[in-house]
């Protein structure tokens, strides 16, 4: 059987090795020693000044929005997983849903400054499939309207643009180190920002915002605890073999697929890329559907990813106008990408959806 995706597990030895530590030390949670050295080592391998490490990615971004006071509306990308809308309106902020660029399906500079209003507190874009964003436009349009920029980058880890780590980007960066992503702590996720103040608020907040015997403001429980640092710790090291051997996947499906009934994002900036994904777009849902019954019937599995078009969704908003969101998330299919999928079966992938379409 073949998923879209499979998570790497290290050697089991290496990891018991961690696990004797554990049981040495009985200290099991409250940022303890392997989540500090996961901290250090992160920073380290990306280049980032601050690394939180939380329990997911989800609570990163709730955690990013509490700590720079958004409560009201918030410009994000209907293009996207859920989390990113659900962390909003989990919030209790109200979700804009600003149309994506056909081009690299990242949010749409000029569509998000048409939707400002006195109201809009945050900007919350994601870097689709680890593609960057328009990192310049949306700075500048943060920046213009006195407004913060979050990004959502739970496929980035790794990613570079403009020659530093994508995490730089915005006044706040979060990352998943869920099982499905490139890096991975089980569960898990980090929170990135150079900003000294933010930094220290996000790890009060991530503590049930205790200081000492007594609390700063209200937190939420966001640590994560000694085992799934010692993931980290153990994925860590192998994280550049991995994302070469994704590349040399992408690259089949680049040079095999038939580009002449097939769409593939773009990407606009100068980008050190992770492979996070394989994302194509067919010509209809119809066909997107034939394609995935072909797959299937050879216990192929991919996904459709993004789907649905979050602006859809009737609890997150009413209405909104995402007409390209809309149009191309049905026809989205992420196919198959991960560290020790057999080139043959990447060709027999390519044979089976060129037969199709
Ligand atoms: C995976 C993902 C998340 C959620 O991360 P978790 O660690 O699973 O909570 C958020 N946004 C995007 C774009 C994701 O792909």
Not at 104 to 128: G, R, S, W, Y
Not at 253 to 271: A, E, F, G, H, Q
Request: charged share 20%; net charge negative; proline share 5%.
């Amino acid at each position: 059987m073949i998923n879209v995706t499979k998570t790497y597990l290290p050697p089991l030895n290496e990891f018991q090795g961690y696990v004797e530590g554990i049981w040495e030390r009985n200290q099991l949670t409250n940022n303890g020693p392997l989540v500090k050295e996961l901290e250090e080592k992160l920073k380290e391998f990306l280049g980032v000044k601050h690394c939180l490490f939380v329990s997911n990615g989800t609570i990163a971004i709730q955690i990013a929005l509490k700590i720079l006071n958004v409560t009201k509306e918030v410009i994000t990308t209907p293009f996207s997983y859920c989390a990113t809308s659900h962390s909003i309106v989990w919030e209790n902020c109200t979700p804009v849903f600003a149309d994506i660029s056909p081009i690299d399906f990242c949010i749409d500079p000029k569509k998000v400054e048409a939707l400002i209003t006195p109201n809009t507190q945050a900007i919350l874009a994601t870097h689709v499939y680890g593609n960057p964003c328009a990192v310049d436009e949306l700075a500048q349009i943060a920046q213009k309207h006195n407004i913060k920029l979050i990004y959502d980058a739970a496929h980035c880890f790794g990613v570079q643009v403009n020659g530093t780590s994508i995490f730089n980007y915005g006044d706040i960066s979060t990352c998943s180190f869920h099982s499905t992503k490139v890096f991975h702590t089980t569960e898990g996720g980090a929170i990135f920002t150079d900003n000294d103040d933010y930094a220290y608020l996000i790890d009060r907040y991530r503590s049930f915002g205790h200081m000492g015997d007594n609390y700063l403001t209200i937190g939420i429980n966001g640590k994560n605890s000694e085992f799934h640092a010692a993931m980290g710790l153990c994925v860590l090291p192998k994280v550049s073999d991995i994302i070469v051997a994704r590349k040399s996947i992408f690259e089949i499906y680049d040079r095999l697929l038939n580009w002449d009934k097939l769409i593939k994002p773009t990407v606009t900036l100068p980008t050190v890329s992770n492979y996070a994904y394989y994302p194509v777009f067919l010509k209809s849902e119809e066909i997107l559907l034939q394609v995935r019954e072909a797959l299937e019937s050879k216990n192929i599995f991919p996904r459709r990813y993004f789907y649905p078009s979050l602006s859809t969704l009737k609890f997150l908003v009413e209405t909104s106008n995402c007409p390209i969101s809309d149009d191309y998330s049905p026809r989205a299919l992420a196919l198959p990408l991960y560290y020790d999928l057999a080139h043959s079966d990447v060709e027999l992938i390519c044979q089976i959806i060129n037969r199709t379409i």
